[in-house]
């Protein structure tokens, strides 16, 4: 077996695996590599009611595993973990005892998933309810799935240390064809509504006509990728707009806000950007 074939191997499967007990174990098989401890293998599979149109098939990832390590069989609450977006694909967690402490742990995988074309994006510890206060998390990632994060936490135990892993991925459909706009359209009714000020200053309408405006908008919402749907932080905002494109094929309605909306298109996901400010350039509300 070559040196490529040790290399971590990413591998998209048309089907579910099947297989022989749960889905923890069999997310522990693992294949000995001599001097360079084991190759774990994790498989990623999508929650059961994840979106319709979420990407099919399994992510099966091979990851080192410390050399002597022992299946930890006991419950352990992995530190910051948390994936809220509807299109992540997720492994079981896994947890080994390992025959040192975590410091040693810790030099060996940063050296084993270098090696192996994995970067660190978090190199971090801390207290965290359920877990001891002296814990590792790290979550490397690799050049040939930039979405894909796995995420390994250290923790001393008597006598060594302990190990989990668990892997996601989030892979974000493409937006569907009817989501983009025309650009036959005529005019846009632009209606800005805020949360505070005197009730006749709640709401201004206004009506954008001029062609080269109205592409330019066309555009830049066009360009938006679809949202991955998960919790963004919102600043304290007091206002969003509510657009209708008018064009011959008939009229299509867009909400959004400076904050954490992005640009909603109506009977659509959500897309992720901002359209604020080429909006507030365009058209501003010209509030008193």
């Known amino acids: 077996?070559?040196?490529?074939?040790?290399?971590?191997?990413l591998v998209v499967l048309s089907g579910v695996i099947t297989g022989i007990g749960s889905p923890e174990a069999r997310a522990a098989i693992h294949t000995l590599v001599p001097q360079d401890g084991t190759l774990l293998t994790l498989r990623l599979r999508a929650a059961p009611h994840a979106p319709a149109d979420l990407p099919p098939g399994v992510l099966t990832l091979r990851a080192p595993l410390y050399p002597h390590?022992?299946?930890?069989?006991h419950r352990y609450a992995m530190p910051m973990f948390i994936s809220i977006t509807p299109y992540v694909k997720e492994s079981p967690q896994v947890?080994?005892?390992l025959p040192t402490d975590?410091?040693?742990?810790?030099?060996w995988y940063l050296d084993a998933f270098s090696r192996r074309g994995y970067t660190v994006q978090l190199d971090g510890g801390g207290s965290f309810t359920g877990v001891g206060s002296s814990w590792t998390l790290l979550d490397f990632r690799t050049r040939t799935i930039p979405s894909l994060d796995l995420f390994v936490a250290l923790e001393e135990r008597p006598g060594g240390s302990i190990v989990a892993y668990r892997?996601?991925?989030?892979?974000?459909?493409?937006?569907?064809?009817?989501?983009?706009?025309?650009?036959?359209?005529?005019?846009?009714?632009?209606?800005?509504?805020?949360?505070?000020?005197?009730?006749?200053?709640?709401?201004i309408a206004r009506t954008l006509t001029k062609h080269s405006a109205i592409?330019?908008?066309?555009?830049?919402?066009?360009?938006?990728?679809?949202?991955?749907?998960?919790?963004?932080?919102?600043?304290?905002?007091?206002?969003?707009?509510?657009?209708?494109?008018?064009?011959?094929?008939?009229?299509?309605t867009v909400r959004t806000d400076p904050g954490c909306t992005g640009v909603v298109i109506a009977g659509y996901p959500p897309l992720a950007g901002s359209i604020w400010p080429l909006l507030s350039a365009l058209l501003p509300p010209r509030r008193p």
Request: net charge positive.
């Open 95 to 97: 947890t080994y005892q």
């Open 1 to 9: 077996m070559g040196t490529r074939s040790l290399s971590i191997a």
């Open 102 to 107: 975590p410091e040693k742990a810790k030099a």
């Open 215 to 252: 592409i330019t908008l066309v555009r830049a919402i066009n360009a938006l990728p679809r949202s991955t749907g998960g919790f963004l932080s919102c600043p304290q905002i007091d206002r969003h707009a509510t657009l209708v494109f008018v064009s011959p094929g008939g009229r299509v």
């Open 167 to 203: 892997a996601s991925a989030v892979t974000v459909p493409r937006r569907a064809p009817g989501s983009y706009l025309s650009e036959g359209v005529s005019r846009v009714t632009v209606t800005h509504e805020f949360l505070t000020g005197l009730a006749h200053q709640r709401t």
């Open 69 to 73: 390590a022992r299946l930890w069989r």
